[in-house]
């Protein structure tokens, strides 16, 4: 079973920044489709970025685009998510979550996903 560590949640005031870290715990991340998700209280869980394996490709949900960046950190075994410009609507509870190694390209959506962590808290305040 693959195991993540997340770390780097917190609390913020809007405009700031926050990096979420996702941390692979036993094996090597650098093959795997990864994506952060989050989610809201009262709502549904919704896909914020992805990026593909060995491909690097990179996508982004539309209300975070320009603000948030997904990239590996190959030395650290982890995929960071660096949310800049932090807004109120941003807080949730964000998890990252791996894809199986069979499927190389990453999507938004948490029904392709397989492995996930157990959440790390942001809160933006107005």
């Known amino acids: 079973q693959l195991q993540f560590v997340e770390s780097g949640g917190g609390l913020v005031q809007s405009g700031g920044s926050l990096r979420l870290s996702c941390a692979a715990a036993?094996?090597?991340?650098?093959?795997?489709?990864i994506g952060w998700f989050r989610q809201a209280p009262g709502k549904e869980r919704e896909g914020v970025s992805c990026?593909?394996?060995?491909?690097?490709?990179?996508y982004y949900a539309d209300s975070v685009k320009g603000r948030f960046t997904i990239a590996r950190d190959v030395a650290s075994n982890s995929v960071y998510l660096q949310m800049n410009s932090l807004k109120p609507e941003d807080t949730a509870v964000y998890y990252c979550?791996?894809?199986?190694?069979?499927?190389?390209?990453?999507?938004?959506?948490?029904?392709?996903?397989?492995?996930w962590g157990q959440g790390t808290q942001v809160t933006v305040s107005s």
């Open positions: 979550a791996a894809r199986s190694i069979m499927f190389r390209q990453c999507t938004l959506s948490q029904y392709d996903y397989d492995y």
């Open positions: 036993g094996f090597t991340l650098d093959y795997f489709a």
């Open positions: 990026i593909s394996g060995s491909e690097e490709i990179t």
